[in-house]
């Protein structure tokens, strides 16, 4: 699937999606049933409830700005904790070391759970890197 | 429930049965609830598959008496039925000495037909109790 | 960087969080059990999704400037549809399947008359908050319900009005039964109480199957629920079990079979009072039955407690166990000395022992922690669970054979079913 | 046998024994009751129950045994002839919400709402096959009972029911003509799974990959639930103390284990191939069994060695009934893996599982499956049994009779590297293409 049909079946308001078009057009249609033919001509019609509850509003976060160059930079490579992410980010640093030396990786393993938040981890990026690379999946 | 109302369940019909209520019950009506004014009635198809008919199999005569015969005791293999005979052929023992008890195991899992022993009893014995469930 | 797997769940989960528009780059999946070659090999090709060689991709991410959309901020309400819909009834049930709205079989549809009449069969007001629930926490903002949505649901699973404050009980929880996990978990209900005799739930022949109408329908309803009221049970996005599981369709509905039992209902050991109902829920791998296990056999009186020690070998100690025992079962743990539940607890944390060697190589259990852990080596045994409280265990069944099935399960609470009368 | 009888019963099997002899010809059969259970008794208990009453007349037991062997027989008991049963008229007709109730109420369902089976969808259905309406489809029973007979325009009925589209019904006519029934009288609690190989799988959109087991995709939904619906219908299964005698039942038996196997994702030769088929066949193939259970839980399943497969599948096999064999659903991720290590073929992984899965005579002969169904065929003199219950205790032996005993499918969306495994033994592949 790509990201307009994606975002279109979660029901994303095609406002903040300004800029296209097509999901627009794809959050209008779900509003309405579809029509099946001509087999209903003359069959009663009966008005139903949605089912669905209430998803909570989602307020943008805007992306931070990106560097001009990652050279003589500090990249942070983070895993998750899903098992293969600490050998897998040890190749991104060796790619690294081969194609891009300017740039220094630091390799670090987010503490507590996949789902939990790491605040000390946050704030030695925050202190040391300009930018990260995390790996999620397995 | 009693064997009546368990036969009429399955259909059988009035006429064998001469008492049981199978008919009223079989033909306990799709509108037993009559519908709300204005809703309109549509048909449907009875799902059901056809069940064979029942070939009725007289049971065997009984025996005027148990003095002098020969019953087997026979095990379907559950957990507990060897256990269950053996104290039925203790009674017998103690309540009824003059009648011969045989016991023997069916072979094979319980699912599983012995015409070997079927063959025994209907030469040797003269009657059967059969131990089923456990 | 993520793997390819989980690609609609990445872009779906920034969207919801706010950022619809974040520069993701895929890796091929697996990384888990690959060669470092192998994985290096992945960093020199391209993305599978975007196609584009994938490190160039990563360093791009970081350093080309953001679009006017990339900073956007602001707040976005996603919509779920119109409140109603209207036209013929195959179309309407053609149009729910379509939707996601359904376990993708037949339902009865929503009308406000029937919705009207489930909503008599609670005192609480149709717009009523019941609870938030989402797929998984921390992974997924909640959604909120009130009780009229949880109607529409019910009427939808063929519940009669009867079944409702159970339903609005299970909502309450906020407990989704579709999970969001790459396992494919399971959901258990524990009914107790007077419910169980005024719903004529079945806690006698064939429980747990498809024999009983409130049995079926409020399993079948706490699944709609876990689709409809938090957006969750979308495979792909917010179901990520492999290979997915044939019980979240209707779950595990367990009537305690009280009558039958020698021991106390389940929610009077969780401190409710016999005359209330109660509903208490458990969340874990699976079910499975007993009767492989060793000990069964012996003659003439079944070991049960020595089939229930074994049969608990393979599970995980992250859930914990909960069995359900025929009355027969229970009754036979009687007549072998354990005169209540918290005797054959006792006697299972004693005597179901696992080694620590086993223990690391198993995905779900973790070794013990702790002082007492540094005198442990490969071959010291342990108890599988060390609390007794790890070991739940309910009564139910036909009495047709002294078996029993256990769970792989955790506790997790027991809510009141009359609060929502 | 022209001998008389008494079978004696525990009451638990009560109706049971009853409808039983009634099906079989002898609705006035004597049978006399014990109290239930036996199993598990001390000889004194039981010796109580034989000098105490039969639990259903409340009459002295023995007392009532012989009378049933020497008490002359009436008129009815001496019946012979033909008995038809009645299944009640061909079609109901009502409003939409009462049939909704009524075919509930009459046990046609699985107690959750159904499509209503007017003419008009059954006849829509029966557009999903070349067969004709009263074509013979086949014979059922769900257990050992006689069997009931069907048409293709029965089988439809129970297809628009379940809330399957037309496309679907030559599957749904495949299965009801195995005569294999997903509602099985035993006590123990059954369950029952199906793999569907062939291109159908992709032209009927089946789910194969995220969550292939669950509640995710109409034709793995609805066909499955056709199935127990019409085992309920067709073969007469699922009457609680009749028909089905599972003490605790099985959530499997709603909707069965459907198993489209992900043939482009599996390194090996797909189900039906192996077993005669050609890969553009549609073939079904069902299984019967215990249960499912998730491989991720067991021993070597860690993520800090390698999986441990053969580790990992013992110690779930340690809880199975060798009464059935073993049914291992591979995500693709975890069969990719398994080639890499040198099985690339199904039946080299087999033949390995079936030699390093093994047990103990003595915890062999402690499980109640050897007791009731092996050790009886080891008296007659059956292999493998009679040669196992000739070694001493401490020997190993498989934890499966046969090799054969065990079968191997890949279905899953490659979230992770989990397997599952069933309690399963095959039964019987039938051909889809025969029924379009």
């Known amino acids: 699937m790509n990201r307009r049909k994606l975002l279109s079946l979660m029901g994303m308001s095609p406002v903040a999606l300004a800029g296209i078009p097509a999901l627009a057009e794809q959050a209008k249609k779900s509003d309405q049933t579809k029509k099946k033919g001509a087999a209903s001509a003359g069959e009663p019609k009966l008005t139903v409830l949605n089912p669905r509850g209430l998803p909570p509003p989602i307020t943008l976060i805007p992306m931070a700005p990106r560097l001009s160059t990652l050279d003589g930079k500090t990249v942070y490579l983070v895993s998750d904790g899903f098992p293969g992410a600490d050998a897998f980010l040890n190749q991104v640093s060796i790619w690294f070391k081969k194609y891009m030396p300017n740039v220094t990786t630091v390799y670090r393993l987010k503490a507590g759970g996949f789902a939990d938040d790491d605040p000390k981890l946050n704030a030695e990026i925050k202190e040391k890197g300009q930018a990260v690379i995390m790996a999620i999946g397995h | 429930m009693n064997r009546r109302k368990l036969l009429s369940l399955l259909g059988m019909s009035p006429a064998l049965l001469a008492t049981t209520a199978t008919e009223a019950q079989e033909r306990k009506s799709a509108t037993k609830n009559s519908p709300p004014p204005g809703r309109d009635k549509i048909t449907a198809v009875n799902p059901k598959g056809t069940p064979p008919a029942i070939q009725l199999i007289p049971m065997a005569p009984r025996l005027d008496t148990l003095n002098g015969k020969t019953v087997y005791l026979v095990d379907t293999g559950f957990h507990g039925s060897d256990v269950l005979l053996h104290q039925i052929e203790a009674w017998f023992g103690r309540n009824m000495p003059s009648t011969t008890v045989v016991f023997r195991r069916k072979a094979g899992p319980y699912m599983d037909d012995d015409p070997a022993l079927w063959k025994e009893i209907k030469a040797k014995g003269n009657a059967v109790i059969m131990a089923v469930g456990h | 960087m993520v793997t390819i797997a989980f690609k609609d769940l990445a872009k779906t989960n920034a969207a919801k969080r706010g950022m619809p528009l974040q ?159 790459t396992n494919s978990l399971v959901s258990a209900a524990v009914i107790n109480g007077p419910a169980r005799e005024k719903l004529q739930m079945n806690y006698g022949i064939g429980a747990m199957g498809p024999f009983n109408q409130a049995n079926a329908v409020i399993g079948r309803a706490w699944t709609l629920m876990s689709k409809n009221l938090d957006g969750g049970g979308v495979a792909g996005e917010t179901y990520m079990g492999s290979q997915g599981n044939v019980i ?174 | ?322 009464f059935f064999g073993a049914l291992i659903i591979a995500d693709p991720l975890v069969a990719a893996r398994l080639k890499e290590q040198g099985y690339d073929t199904k039946e080299k992984l087999i033949d390995w599982l079936y030699k390093n899965t093994t047990q103990t005579v003595k915890d062999y002969k402690s499980r109640n499956y050897a007791y009731l169904f092996d050790y009886p065929r080891a008296l007659r003199g059956d292999e493998p049994w009679a040669s196992w219950y000739k070694m001493p205790d401490d020997a190993l032996i498989p934890h499966f009779p046969h090799a054969s005993d065990i079968n191997i499918v890949v279905a899953g969306g490659q979230t992770n590297a989990y397997p599952q495994a069933g309690n399963l033994s095959y039964g019987v592949s039938v051909s889809i293409d025969k029924w379009m």
Not at chain 3, 357 to 381: C, H, I, Q, Y
Not at chain 4, 217 to 237: D, E, F, H, M, V
């Open chain 3, 23 to 181: 520069r993701i780059s895929f890796t091929p999946h697996p990384v888990w059990g690959k060669t470092d070659d192998e994985m290096y090999a992945y960093l020199e090709g391209n993305d599978p999704v975007s196609g584009k060689p994938l490190m160039k991709e990563v360093v791009a991410s970081l350093t080309t400037p953001l679009t006017a959309d990339e900073m956007k901020t602001g707040t976005v309400t996603p919509p779920t549809g119109a409140p109603t819909f209207t036209d013929t009834a195959d179309n309407l049930q053609q149009y729910f399947l379509d939707n996601g709205m359904t376990d993708f079989m037949p339902i009865i549809l929503p009308t406000q008359e029937k919705v009207d009449a489930m909503l008599k069969a609670t005192s609480h007001k149709p717009d009523e908050v019941v609870g938030k629930m989402t797929p998984a926490q921390g992974a997924f903002p909640a959604w909120s319900y009130t009780v009229q949505h949880v109607a529409v649901n019910a009427v939808m699973a063929g519940a009669i009005p009867d079944y409702f404050p159970t339903i609005l009980a299970i909502a309450s929880t906020g407990i989704s039964a579709l999970f969001s996990s």
């Open chain 3, 248 to 421: 979240n369709y209707n779950n595990l509905i367990i009537p305690e079979n009280e009558k039958d039992s020698p021991w106390q209902p389940f929610h009077v050991q969780k401190g409710f009072k016999p005359e209330e109902s109660v509903i208490s829920f458990f969340f874990g791998f699976n079910i499975t039955q007993g009767q492989g296990g060793k000990g069964l056999g012996m003659r003439p009186i079944p070991h049960y407690h020595e089939a229930m020690s074994a049969n608990v070998g393979p599970f995980a100690s992250l859930f914990g166990a909960l069995f359900i025992l025929d009355p027969l079962v229970a009754h036979g743990l009687g007549d072998l000395g354990f005169k209540t539940k918290d005797d054959i607890a006792n006697w299972l944390v004693k005597n179901t022992t696992v080694t620590v060697k086993d223990v690391k190589t198993m995905l779900f259990s973790a070794p013990p922690r702790g002082p007492e852990a540094a005198n442990l080596t490969d071959d010291s045994v342990i108890p599988k669970w060390p609390r007794a409280d790890a070991y739940n265990f309910v009564v139910c069944g036909g009495q047709t054979n002294p078996y029993h099935q256990l769970a792989n399960m955790s506790y997790r609470l027991s809510v009141s079913i009359d609060k929502w009368t």
């Open chain 4, 1 to 322: 046998m022209g001998i008389p009888s008494a079978p004696l019963v525990t009451k638990a099997f009560k109706d049971l024994a009853i409808l039983n002899a009634a099906k079989r010809g002898m609705p006035h059969e004597r049978i006399c009751f014990t109290p239930h259970p036996v199993w598990g008794k001390t000889p004194e208990e039981v010796r109580a129950y034989v000098e105490g009453p039969d639990p259903v007349s409340g009459k002295p037991l023995m007392k009532e045994i012989v009378d049933a062997l020497t008490v002359p027989l009436s008129d009815d008991e001496k019946k012979s002839g033909m008995l038809s049963v009645s299944v009640g008229p061909p079609t109901f007709t009502d409003t939409a919400d009462n049939l909704q109730e009524f075919y509930l109420n009459n046990g046609y369902t699985d107690f959750l709402p159904i499509i209503i089976p007017t003419e008009e969808k059954v006849d829509a259905m029966m557009k999903g096959t070349s067969h004709k309406p009263e074509e013979a489809v086949g014979k059922m029973a769900a257990g050992a009972y006689p069997a009931w007979s069907y048409n293709v325009r029965q089988v439809a009925a129970s297809a628009v029911m379940a809330g399957c589209k037309p496309e679907y019904f030559p599957i749904v006519l495949a299965v009801a003509s195995s005569g294999m029934a997903s509602l099985f009288s035993s006590t123990n609690s059954f369950a029952f799974a199906m793999i569907v190989n062939g291109p159908i799988r992709d032209t009927l959109e089946f789910n194969y990959g995220i969550g292939a087991l669950g509640p995710f995709a109409q034709p793995n939904a609805t066909i499955g639930r056709a199935w127990t619906i019409l085992s309920k219908n067709l073969g007469n299964g699922g009457i609680p103390g009749d028909t089905y005698l599972g003490s605790l039942g099985n959530n499997l038996n709603y909707n069965n284990a459907v198993i489209a196997e992900h043939e482009d994702a599996s390194p090996w030769v797909p189900f039906h191939v192996q077993r005669g088929f050609k890969k553009e066949e549609n073939v079904v193939s069902l299984f019967r069994g215990l249960g499912v259970v998730p491989g991720q839980v067991a021993r070597g399943s860690s993520a800090n060695d390698n999986v441990q497969f053969d580790y990992q599948m013992s110690d779930l096999f340690s809880t199975f009934t060798g």
